[in-house]
Nanobody, 128 residues
């Protein structure tokens, strides 16, 4: 059974950093693209970043480019989202999601409709 579990959220001051983790089980990341999404209260879900099944190609929303970095650890079957220079507007519930892809694909997107397996989310709050 495919399962995604996010962790690493919390309360951080503006300018601070957090690293979110997305632990995958029941499948190997070699055949799945992974995306990170977020949803703030009263707002639609927003695509943040994605990593292709090759583990090499990435995409980022303009709002996080240069501040967030997506990566993965194949041995741990886990994808990370490193978030630096956090701003109050980054406050949201962050979700990771998976969609099947061919092995070593270099393509991924950050449209939520592309993904069919989701984690439960982790809260990130940026506030002084």
């Amino acid at each position: 059974q495919l399962r995604l579990v996010e962790s690493g959220g919390g309360l951080v001051q503006p300018g601070g950093s957090l690293r979110l983790s997305c632990a995958a089980s029941g499948f190997t990341l070699d055949y799945y693209a992974i995306g990170w999404f977020r949803q703030a209260p009263g707002k639609e879900r927003e695509g943040v970043s994605c990593l292709s099944s090759s583990g090499h190609s990435t995409n980022y929303a303009d709002s996080v480019k240069g501040r967030f970095t997506i990566s993965r650890d194949n041995a741990k079957n886990t994808v990370y989202l490193r978030m630096n220079s956090l701003k109050p507007e980054d406050t949201a519930v962050y979700y990771c999601a998976a969609r099947w892809a061919t092995m070593n694909s270099e393509v991924c997107g950050i449209q939520s409709r592309e993904y069919n397996s989701w984690g439960q989310g982790t809260q990130v709050t940026v506030s002084s």
